[in-house]
Protein backbone atom coordinates (compact mmCIF):
# COMPACT_ATOMS: atom_id res chain seq x y z
CA UNK A 1 0.00 0.00 0.00
CA UNK A 2 1.37 3.01 -1.11
CA UNK A 3 -0.18 6.93 0.25
CA UNK A 4 -0.12 10.23 -1.57
CA UNK A 5 0.81 13.16 -0.77
CA UNK A 6 -0.52 16.35 -3.17
CA UNK A 7 3.02 17.65 -3.73
CA UNK A 8 1.72 21.17 -5.01
CA UNK A 9 2.41 23.63 -2.07
CA UNK A 10 2.10 23.14 1.34
CA UNK A 11 2.53 20.84 4.25
CA UNK A 12 3.85 18.32 2.33
CA UNK A 13 7.43 17.34 4.12
CA UNK A 14 4.96 16.88 7.26
CA UNK A 15 2.71 14.60 6.32
CA UNK A 16 5.59 12.78 4.51
CA UNK A 17 7.02 12.56 7.79
CA UNK A 18 4.49 11.50 9.88
CA UNK A 19 3.66 8.41 6.96
CA UNK A 20 7.32 7.91 7.41
CA UNK A 21 6.89 7.49 12.01
CA UNK A 22 3.90 5.04 11.30
CA UNK A 23 5.91 2.86 8.69
CA UNK A 24 4.07 3.83 5.39
CA UNK A 25 5.31 3.93 2.24
CA UNK A 26 4.37 7.76 1.07
CA UNK A 27 5.02 9.54 -2.06
CA UNK A 28 4.74 13.05 -3.70
CA UNK A 29 1.86 13.24 -5.98
CA UNK A 30 2.45 16.26 -8.83
CA UNK A 31 1.63 14.27 -11.90
CA UNK A 32 -1.78 12.11 -13.50
CA UNK A 33 1.11 9.31 -13.49
CA UNK A 34 2.18 9.61 -9.53
CA UNK A 35 -1.46 9.73 -8.61
CA UNK A 36 -2.35 6.48 -10.64
CA UNK A 37 0.93 4.77 -8.25
CA UNK A 38 -0.76 5.23 -4.82
CA UNK A 39 -4.06 3.86 -2.88
CA UNK A 40 -5.03 7.24 -1.15
CA UNK A 41 -4.26 10.54 -1.19
CA UNK A 42 -3.56 13.56 1.58
CA UNK A 43 -4.32 16.66 0.14
CA UNK A 44 -2.29 19.15 2.47
CA UNK A 45 -2.71 22.71 4.02
CA UNK A 46 -1.45 25.58 2.40
CA UNK A 47 -2.99 28.34 -0.32
CA UNK A 48 -6.13 26.41 -2.02
CA UNK A 49 -5.85 29.00 -4.50
CA UNK A 50 -2.31 27.82 -5.63
CA UNK A 51 -3.31 24.22 -5.49
CA UNK A 52 -6.23 24.91 -7.53
CA UNK A 53 -3.96 26.50 -10.42
CA UNK A 54 -1.43 23.74 -10.22
CA UNK A 55 -3.78 20.68 -10.13
CA UNK A 56 -5.81 22.13 -13.53
CA UNK A 57 -2.60 23.31 -15.26
CA UNK A 58 -0.96 19.38 -14.58
CA UNK A 59 -4.23 17.57 -15.79
CA UNK A 60 -4.97 16.13 -12.24
CA UNK A 61 -7.93 18.10 -11.19
CA UNK A 62 -10.51 16.28 -13.43
CA UNK A 63 -8.87 12.92 -13.00
CA UNK A 64 -8.56 13.39 -9.45
CA UNK A 65 -12.29 14.50 -9.31
CA UNK A 66 -13.14 11.05 -11.19
CA UNK A 67 -11.20 9.15 -9.14
CA UNK A 68 -13.19 10.15 -5.54
CA UNK A 69 -16.36 10.17 -7.18
CA UNK A 70 -15.46 6.17 -7.78
CA UNK A 71 -14.59 5.81 -3.75
CA UNK A 72 -10.81 6.58 -4.37
CA UNK A 73 -9.85 7.40 -0.65
CA UNK A 74 -8.88 11.55 0.22
CA UNK A 75 -8.01 13.39 3.31
CA UNK A 76 -8.08 16.99 2.83
CA UNK A 77 -6.79 19.21 5.70
CA UNK A 78 -7.49 22.60 6.04
CA UNK A 79 -6.65 24.12 2.69
CA UNK A 80 -7.40 20.00 1.22
CA UNK A 81 -10.52 20.72 2.36
CA UNK A 82 -11.84 23.44 0.78
CA UNK A 83 -10.64 21.70 -2.39
CA UNK A 84 -13.23 18.99 -1.61
CA UNK A 85 -16.10 20.97 -0.74
CA UNK A 86 -18.84 21.68 -2.99
CA UNK A 87 -19.22 25.39 -2.06
CA UNK A 88 -16.62 27.77 -0.95
CA UNK A 89 -17.08 31.27 0.40
CA UNK A 90 -15.27 33.97 1.27
CA UNK A 91 -13.83 34.46 -1.57
CA UNK A 92 -15.70 31.92 -3.11
CA UNK A 93 -13.19 30.01 -5.95
CA UNK A 94 -14.20 26.58 -8.21
CA UNK A 95 -13.53 23.20 -6.06
CA UNK A 96 -13.14 19.42 -6.37
CA UNK A 97 -17.05 19.37 -5.71
CA UNK A 98 -16.93 16.14 -4.33
CA UNK A 99 -17.52 16.74 -0.45
CA UNK A 100 -21.01 17.92 0.65
CA UNK A 101 -20.44 21.41 2.79
CA UNK A 102 -20.11 24.72 2.91
CA UNK A 103 -17.13 26.30 3.43
CA UNK A 104 -15.63 30.01 4.93
CA UNK A 105 -12.00 30.38 3.57
CA UNK A 106 -10.26 31.58 6.38
CA UNK A 107 -12.76 31.62 8.66
CA UNK A 108 -11.48 31.94 11.83
CA UNK A 109 -8.84 34.56 10.75
CA UNK A 110 -5.40 35.83 9.56
CA UNK A 111 -1.97 33.68 10.26
CA UNK A 112 -2.42 36.23 13.51
CA UNK A 113 -5.36 34.24 14.95
CA UNK A 114 -3.93 30.51 14.51
CA UNK A 115 -4.49 28.14 18.14
CA UNK A 116 -4.17 25.16 19.56
CA UNK A 117 -7.09 23.52 20.92
CA UNK A 118 -7.78 20.34 22.41
CA UNK A 119 -10.96 18.19 20.66
CA UNK A 120 -12.53 15.09 21.73
CA UNK A 121 -12.32 12.70 18.13
CA UNK A 122 -14.51 9.48 19.26
CA UNK A 123 -13.43 7.37 15.97
CA UNK A 124 -10.04 7.70 17.15
CA UNK A 125 -10.20 7.09 20.55
CA UNK A 126 -10.75 8.02 24.60
CA UNK A 127 -7.54 10.90 24.65
CA UNK A 128 -8.44 14.69 23.20
CA UNK A 129 -6.54 15.25 19.99
CA UNK A 130 -4.65 18.70 20.16
CA UNK A 131 -5.41 20.10 16.53
CA UNK A 132 -3.80 23.33 15.12
CA UNK A 133 -6.02 25.73 13.70
CA UNK A 134 -3.98 28.37 11.38
CA UNK A 135 -5.69 30.77 8.79
CA UNK A 136 -8.29 27.79 9.10
CA UNK A 137 -11.60 27.53 7.00
CA UNK A 138 -14.88 27.17 9.18
CA UNK A 139 -17.49 24.86 7.74
CA UNK A 140 -20.84 26.71 7.89
CA UNK A 141 -22.87 24.14 6.42
CA UNK A 142 -23.01 20.18 5.99
CA UNK A 143 -25.03 18.28 3.83
CA UNK A 144 -25.49 14.36 3.81
CA UNK A 145 -22.21 13.82 5.67
CA UNK A 146 -20.88 12.85 9.49
CA UNK A 147 -19.86 15.03 11.62
CA UNK A 148 -16.46 13.76 13.65
CA UNK A 149 -15.35 16.21 15.43
CA UNK A 150 -16.54 19.80 16.29
CA UNK A 151 -15.08 23.01 18.04
CA UNK A 152 -17.07 26.09 19.61
CA UNK A 153 -20.30 23.79 17.58
CA UNK A 154 -18.58 24.25 13.87
CA UNK A 155 -17.73 20.73 12.43
CA UNK A 156 -13.79 20.31 12.00
CA UNK A 157 -13.49 17.13 11.11
CA UNK A 158 -15.88 15.18 8.64
CA UNK A 159 -16.19 11.98 6.92
CA UNK A 160 -18.65 11.19 3.83
CA UNK A 161 -18.16 7.83 2.48
CA UNK A 162 -14.08 7.67 1.15
CA UNK A 163 -13.14 11.32 1.99
CA UNK A 164 -12.38 12.22 5.52
CA UNK A 165 -11.51 16.29 5.92
CA UNK A 166 -10.18 18.55 9.38
CA UNK A 167 -10.44 22.38 9.00
CA UNK A 168 -6.94 21.79 11.43
CA UNK A 169 -3.23 20.23 10.70
CA UNK A 170 -3.06 17.27 12.16
CA UNK A 171 0.48 17.06 10.44
CA UNK A 172 1.88 19.85 12.73
CA UNK A 173 1.21 17.59 15.89
CA UNK A 174 3.12 14.82 17.73
CA UNK A 175 -0.45 12.65 17.19
CA UNK A 176 -0.90 10.22 14.57
CA UNK A 177 -3.83 8.97 15.42
CA UNK A 178 -5.90 11.18 12.65
CA UNK A 179 -3.18 9.55 9.63
CA UNK A 180 -3.70 6.15 11.17
CA UNK A 181 -7.65 6.03 10.80
CA UNK A 182 -6.79 7.55 6.89
CA UNK A 183 -4.64 4.54 6.63
CA UNK A 184 -6.80 1.98 8.00
CA UNK A 185 -9.73 3.43 5.55
CA UNK A 186 -7.18 3.32 2.70
CA UNK A 187 -6.54 -0.45 4.03
CA UNK A 188 -10.58 -0.89 3.75
CA UNK A 189 -11.15 0.51 0.31
CA UNK A 190 -7.83 -1.97 -1.05
CA UNK A 191 -9.85 -4.83 0.40
CA UNK A 192 -13.15 -4.36 -1.43
Do not use: W
Not at 65 to 85: M, N, R, S
Amino acid sequence: MKIGILGMQGDIEEHLAIMEKIGVDSIRVKSVKTLEAVDGLIMPGGESTTMLKLLKLTGLFDVLKAKIEKGFPVYGTCAGLILLANEVEHPAQDSLDVLDLSVSRNGYGRQINSFHAEISIPVIGDKPFDAVFIRAPVITKVGKIDVLASYNHAPVFVRHENIIASTFHPELSDDTRIHEFFVEMVKNATRN
